[in-house]
């Protein structure tokens, strides 16, 4: 199932790393957004079931936007996502726009892009790789 996280409790940890972007959709802080360098490098909602460019996760939004409105993408680091993680978990890009779950729940010709590792049940330590190849049937 993908996490649940508290948009309002979505802060970054210890060495944190952030990117300013400009938003090209509605996003909730803590969605996952990959940049859309089709449309001038703009954020939009990273998607695993999608194509490969949009599984290309670059970050997790730190504030909710509109589509043209500014925004703050944590690229590294630790974050806290506002749920309880499982301790040794790798959480990647499901097939929900924004989301994230755990890697056993990746589906048939997903991308897989890990998104980060619970080092603890509060924050996520952010990875961010892959996004190359599809799960096979």
């Not at 990647?92 to 779950?101: E, N, Q, R, T, V």
């Amino acid at each position: 199932p993908e996490l649940t996280m508290t948009s309002t409790a979505v802060v970054p940890g210890s060495g944190a790393v952030s990117q300013d972007v400009t938003f090209g959709a509605t996003v909730a802080a803590g969605e996952l957004v990959y940049l859309d360098t089709s449309a001038s490098n703009v954020a939009k909602l990273a998607d695993a079931d999608d194509t490969q460019a949009t599984a290309q996760c670059y970050g997790m939004a730190l504030n909710s936007g509109g589509s043209g409105q500014p925004g703050k993408v944590i690229t590294g680091g630790y974050v806290t996502v506002g749920a309880v993680l499982t301790v040794g978990q790798l959480y990647i890009l499901s097939g929900g726009a924004g989301k994230m779950c755990p890697a056993s729940d990746l589906a048939t010709n997903d991308w897989t892009f890990v998104i980060g590792l619970a080092v603890t049940t509060s924050p996520l330590f952010l990875i961010l790789k892959g996004g190359f190849v599809q799960k096979a049937a």
